[in-house]
């Protein structure tokens, strides 16, 4: 997974639907940090979960799991099989851009929040849409002054989740799979255009193996499992769509991923001239829309199939 809101939004609701066990979401969520904590950003979202409120304070991962619990309400029980049914949609995942805020209340906190951090899960309970909350991440590290010069990128330490009261369930975009797979294909081959034209090389000059890097970006992405359940349309195109980031991160020079492990490798791009720099961004900008738009197609797949039985 590409960043932490889909792996807490993916195992969480495959736990909540009988398909994973708690310990299954915290080991999804320690792939990105040692240590989880969750905290209330508003008495409202306190209220909705449980969380403490107003003596504001970090709970761990085991409170983390309890707030997820809460904020889905109780589950409603077959009355042929007696297991707890859902109806779809109860997690959702958002990641908005500067232009596209699709799932945020504008004006608020949450949207601000969410728009900083790039992701954010929204989670509404079907019997009380009004009480529904969205949870955001943000990395926390050690203290910058006692971090070593020669010691590199200073230790993660944790990920914390700051929890806010929504104004209501939101509307969500029901993207199609099979048309994001269809797009998708003419993103993989227009990459591999734009890339045989200016040459991977040249836009890494520093790098003696520029498609070992993208392969070292995609073995970092796969440390990151997916539930049992997940349709294998879903992860062929989640893997499609993290072969065409990659090859964007490594022909920019940058990253849009989160992870330290990841930082790291892009770190060894080393440093391009500003015209090479600009030509592999003119060339591969468009298709990160349609990357972004593929792996909602798919984690949207992912969580739907959590309930299908």
């Given at each position: 997974?590409?960043?932490?809101?889909?792996?807490?939004?993916?195992?969480?609701?495959?736990?909540?639907?009988?398909?994973?066990?708690?310990?299954?979401?915290?080991?999804?969520?320690?792939?990105?940090?040692?240590?989880?904590?969750?905290?209330?950003y508003?008495?409202?979202?306190?209220?909705?979960?449980?969380?403490?409120?107003?003596?504001?304070?970090?709970?761990?991962?085991?409170?983390?799991?309890?707030?997820?619990?809460?904020a889905?309400?109780?589950?409603?029980?077959s009355?042929?099989?007696?297991v707890?049914?859902?109806?779809?949609?109860?997690?959702?995942?958002?990641?908005?851009?500067?232009?596209?805020?699709?799932?945020?209340?504008?004006?608020t906190?949450?949207?601000?929040?969410?728009?900083?951090?790039?992701?954010?899960v929204?989670?509404?309970?079907?019997?009380?849409?009004?009480?529904?909350?969205?949870?955001?991440?943000?990395?926390?590290?050690?203290?910058?002054?006692?971090?070593?010069?020669?010691?590199?990128?200073?230790?993660?330490?944790?990920?914390?989740?700051?929890?806010?009261?929504?104004?209501?369930?939101?509307?969500?975009?029901?993207?199609?799979?099979?048309?994001?797979?269809?797009?998708?294909?003419?993103?993989?081959?227009?990459?591999?255009?734009?890339?045989?034209a200016?040459?991977?090389?040249?836009?890494?000059?520093?790098?003696?193996?520029?498609?070992?890097?993208?392969?070292?970006?995609?073995?970092?992405?796969?440390?990151?499992?997916?539930?049992?359940?997940?349709?294998?349309?879903a992860?062929?195109?989640?893997?499609?769509?993290?072969?065409?980031?990659?090859?964007?991160?490594?022909?920019?020079?940058?990253?849009?991923?989160?992870?330290?492990?990841?930082d790291?490798?892009?770190?060894?791009?080393?440093?391009?001239?500003s015209?090479?720099?600009?030509?592999?961004?003119?060339?591969?900008?468009?298709?990160?829309?349609?990357?972004?738009?593929?792996?909602?197609?798919?984690?949207?797949?992912?969580?739907?199939?959590a309930?299908?039985?």
């Open positions: 997974m590409w960043c932490p809101s889909v792996s807490l939004s993916l195992w969480a609701n495959a736990w909540l639907a009988g398909k994973a066990a708690p310990d299954d979401v915290l080991d999804a969520l320690s792939l990105w940090a040692p240590k989880q904590s969750v905290t209330a508003d008495g409202v979202a306190a209220g909705h979960t449980g969380l403490p409120w107003p003596d504001v304070h970090d709970a761990g991962t085991v409170t983390l799991l309890q707030t997820l619990r809460a889905v309400g109780r589950p409603a029980v009355a042929s099989s007696g707890p049914c859902r109806l779809r949609g109860t997690i959702n995942v958002v990641l908005p851009v500067p232009g596209d805020v699709r799932g945020l209340a504008p004006g906190q949450f949207e601000h929040d969410a728009l900083a951090a790039g992701e954010a929204i989670i509404t309970n079907p019997d009380d849409p009004a009480t529904a909350v969205g949870l955001v991440p943000e990395f926390s590290y050690a203290d910058l002054d006692e971090v070593d010069d020669d010691a590199g990128l200073p230790e993660l330490c944790g990920l914390s989740w700051t929890v806010y009261s929504l104004r209501g369930a939101p509307v969500f975009e029901d993207y199609e799979l099979g048309d994001a797979e269809y797009t998708l294909r003419s993103a993989v081959r227009s990459a591999a255009d734009a890339l045989g200016i040459g991977l090389g040249a836009a890494a000059p520093d790098v003696d193996d520029p498609r070992g890097l993208v392969e070292r970006l995609l073995e970092s992405e796969r440390q990151h499992r997916v539930p049992d359940h997940a349709p294998s349309r992860l062929r195109v989640l893997e499609n769509a993290a072969h065409v980031d990659a090859i964007i991160a490594v022909s920019a020079g940058l990253s849009r991923l989160s992870d330290s492990a990841t790291r490798i892009v770190a060894g791009i080393g440093t391009q001239s015209s090479q720099a600009q030509i592999a961004t003119d060339a591969l900008r468009p298709l990160t829309a349609v990357v972004r738009s593929a792996r909602m197609a798919a984690v949207t797949a992912i969580l739907h199939s309930w299908a039985d």
